[in-house]
């Protein structure tokens, strides 16, 4: 998939890899690579995680590398531990403007974080919590909820993981 950054003209294009992630201009130029040597990158996201106007990158691991935080240059602000981030959203997970990393594993659990990665809340939802989609819903305010579906279900949380509808 492809994510706008704050500059109009790059995009950052993310899948595993087991050599490689970067984020390529309008140009199709590299405008940073991060060698990720024998771990494979899962999901990458972009957002304002701390309100600078700055795009940062979270990026989630295959294995046991963890979840690790990018700027716009490429340059890791920091690393926290995990296996298998799956998929990783960058959301405003009170409605306020607070900005967190909503991110699942090969567990079914939903992590919360805030902007320095500290997890907030770390939870198995009702239902095995993988691939998800950031979403809106009817009288939350600004709040992201998370869109998930399984068998015949589809399943909206809040990100804390509790069920909002089903």
Not at 107 to 125: A, C, K, Y
Request: glycine letters at 16%; aromatic letters at 10%.
């Amino acid at each position: 998939h492809q994510i706008r950054s704050r500059n109009e003209n790059t995009y950052c294009q993310s899948w595993w890899l087991a050599d490689a992630t970067a984020l390529f201009g309008l140009d199709g130029k590299a405008v940073w690579t991060l060698d990720t040597g024998d771990e494979g990158v899962d999901d990458m996201c972009a957002g304002d995680l701390d309100g600078d106007g700055v795009t940062d990158f979270a990026v989630g691991f295959n294995g046991g590398g963890g979840i690790r935080r990018y700027d716009e240059t490429g340059t890791q602000r920091w690393k926290k531990s995990g296996g298998n981030i799956w998929h990783v959203e960058i959301v405003d997970y009170d409605g306020q403007g607070a900005m967190g990393i909503a991110h699942s594993n090969a567990g079914g659990e939903l992590t919360l974080r805030d902007g320095t990665g500290t997890i907030l809340s770390q939870v198995n939802p009702a239902a095995f919590f993988s691939g998800f989609s950031q979403c809106r819903w009817p009288g939350a305010g600004n709040k992201a909820h998370l869109l998930s579906t399984g068998k015949d279900t589809h399943w909206v949380f809040d990100c804390k993981g509790t069920v909002v509808a089903r």
